[in-house]
């Protein structure tokens, strides 16, 4: 499968990370946030953090990226957590919530994001 090859080149995967940038259809993108790879999901997850948030469409990422804050593989975890970032309403207690748990995550660069995007959102209110 093409796409395997590209997530695996980091200059093929930051070439497709462009063409979402530049407002390629995110509908592709929500395909390949739910593919069968983690390496794509990763690699998915990871360009949803990269494009910017006002993108047309850009709140389709919005349902994916809150299951992928909960799937088994922690680069997931980690890249959804901040992809979805920008998209939560930080006043919201159960976006709070949802940090509070992250922050006792297995991996420790899941809880170092999920710490840093809680204290990030409670400088903001």
Known sequence: M???EI???PDR???LADQFRQGRDIGDLVILLNSDSDAVVAAAAW???EIDNDLPNAQLLVPCLQQLVKHN???IRFHAIGALYPFLNK???AVKEMFIQLGSDPDEAVRSIAHAALRRSQSQK
């Open 73 to 75: 593989n922690p680069s």
């Open 7 to 9: 997530v695996k080149d």
């Open 91 to 93: 006043a919201d207690p």
């Open 2 to 4: 093409e796409i395997l």
């Open 13 to 15: 995967l930051n070439f």
């Open 47 to 49: 360009i949803a953090g």
